[in-house]
């Protein structure tokens, strides 16, 4: 049977690098990886700027270092939370209980919702202090390239946080699985051929006619 376990192959299959990296379930966590980045980086780099008179910087949106820690806590806990589910994506087709995996799909769900709805919090609070911003905090308008970037992918990784049921991909994740012996629990014990005779008896008494 080809199926598996709430979507990997049966357990025990051998990893294949390339049809792993091939699946979209995998493209989309490489995506939300990538958006991390460029969201904690962005800000890290050129979030932090100060008026020409002063020493101190202060977060480029409305000098509100709340915005920038947000951020930047968001984006690396993405970071590490798009690593994990990589690695546990390519364990999965080892995990041979059925609850184990459906363990594992159900706190990908849970996780999927939970990060769409810190991007999205995180791109209402980023824009809506840029938008607060005054010109005279950044006469130069440095970084602004930078929180741009910023709030723009936080817009992004809310959808590709958006969980991706992967039954849809072809060849790969949680689809229902049986195994063969679940099979024969559920219709009963198996039924054998009938008999030769029976047909035997089924054609008795015919005749052929000679034309």
């Known amino acids: 049977m080809d199926g598996g376990a709430f979507g990997a192959g049966k357990a025990g299959g051998a990893f294949d690098p390339n049809a792993f990296i091939r699946q979209p379930h995998t493209l989309l966590r490489l995506v939300s990886w990538v958006f991390s980045i460029v969201v904690f980086g962005s800000i890290v780099n050129e979030g932090y700027v100060n008026r020409m008179e002063e020493t101190e910087e202060h977060c480029i949106f409305n000098r509100n270092h709340n915005a920038c820690n947000y951020g930047i806590t968001v984006g690396v806990l993405a970071f590490l939370s798009c690593l994990l589910y990589l690695a546990l994506d390519a364990y999965f087709p080892q995990i041979s209980s059925v609850k184990d995996r459906k363990k594992a799909v159900l706190s990908d769900i849970g996780v999927s919702a939970f990060w769409a709805f810190l991007w999205f919090v995180g791109f209402c609070f980023l824009t809506n202090q840029w938008q607060a ?43 229902p699985y049986t195994n063969e012996e679940d099979a024969t629990d559920a219709v009963g014990t198996y039924q054998q051929h009938p008999p030769a005779d029976a047909f035997d008896t089924e054609t008795q008494g015919y005749q052929t006619q000679n034309y």
């Open 133 to 175: 911003s005054k010109q005279e905090d950044n006469p130069m308008n440095e970084g602004g390239d930078a929180a741009r970037a910023a709030i723009t992918f936080s817009f992004f990784s809310i959808f590709t946080w958006d969980y991706m049921d992967p039954s849809q991909d072809s060849g790969m994740p949680y689809a």
